[in-house]
């Protein structure tokens, strides 16, 4: 270019500026990425498992009965739930004979053919976590070894698709009422086009391992005990894994076989199911301990057959006060809740993390991407 000529200008295009940068950035983001899929798991709580029941928001009482043969049992009190004036009392008006010479009483009859609502307990007629038809009581009484029901004690209810059984939390039931006696087919009541819903108000215990992880507590191991049972009952040795945790906060799950309001108030909670199911069990030192709630903690409501609870454990050193005392028995507990607001506050770190992660990423591609000087073609 000779001396004074205008100088020919340069072209510029989009792209990588400062690929030194660009390529260190892209490492980062790949770490970063890669961090974020480990960690998230571990900053957001796993999630309570939900109920296949959708709960409704029906007010229900329920109280302590004694049924036939003096069998405990837990009823639903109708004036809390009844809707439409269907009820079980009103059902049970019927003395029903298969010889069917009593005939259904009017003031049922006029429910016939229309829509109800009917609150109560399921009596499985199948084996599973998910049934499509079972028998609706107004209280637990054919529960493990209870007597048999009687016609005008119940519904058949017969659902288009498999719903959650509720062993012992009542639900509410809605379709159109049919008197329709078949003793042959074990019924003389039944509801057509059901639905079923888990009633507010009845939560199953929290998941034990799940709160405990999340509260960085020790989840409290049954087979500790368990392994007690088959040492030397003359010379019973207490295994360091369970001295080790003398003193410590533990999260404790089991069925709950009596309660005591005391004073003291005490919880007997076991690692089997009470006597009086299928599967029950008495409970012995090796399965079953003492759990004192604290000042201003509530007994367990009488429906509530199992719980998640949190207190000091405390050791019994000398085997001759295991029979007063029990081996082991936990003090100062509190029930485990649910944790929706450590879920929402580790929800909203995640969230708060992310946007920075994007206001990050965002500038490194404004510093590192742009329009750059290219040389002219027609430059010398």
Known sequence: ?????????ASTRFGIRRPRLFRTGI??????????????????PHAQPATALTATAVPVVLRSETGPGGHATIGVAESSSSTGGLSFALLGKWAFHPSGSVPCPPIIQAHDGKAATLVGFMYPLGQGD??????????????????????????????????????????????R????????????YRFEGASVAAVGGFDEPVDARVYAEANHLTLWDWSTLGAL???????????????????????????????????????????????????????????????????????????????VWQGILH??????GWDENGIVHVDQATVCAHLPDAGSRSTALAILIATFQVILFGGFLVSTLGRRAVPSPDAP
């Open 315 to 320: 050791i019994t050193s000398d085997p001759k």
């Open 177 to 188: 009422f049919v008197v329709d006696p078949q003793p042959t087919q074990g019924y003389i």
């Open 229 to 307: 049972a088959a040492a030397d009952p003359d010379h019973p040795a207490l295994p360091a894994g369970l001295t080790g945790l003398d003193g410590h906060t533990v999260v404790v799950e089991g069925y709950i076989h009596q309660r005591d309001p005391g004073p003291p108030a005490v919880i007997t909670v076991g690692l089997h199911p009470p006597p009086g199911r299928p599967d029950g069990h008495v409970p012995t030192l090796f399965d079953a301990m003492s759990v004192m709630p604290a000042p201003g903690t509530a007994l367990p409501q009488d429906w509530e057959d199992r719980g």
């Open 130 to 175: 998910r049934i499509k038809a079972f028998c609706l009581l107004r209280n637990t009484q054919t529960c493990c070894f209870g007597p048999r029901p009687q016609f005008n004690q119940y519904v058949f209810v017969e659902c288009s698709e498999p719903v959650a059984f509720e062993r012992r939390r009542p639900v509410q039931v809605s379709g």
């Open 1 to 9: 270019m000779s001396p004074g000529a205008s100088p020919i200008p």
């Open 27 to 44: 490492v980062l983001l790949v770490a970063m990425i890669v961090t974020d899929v480990i960690a998230y798991p571990q900053l957001v």
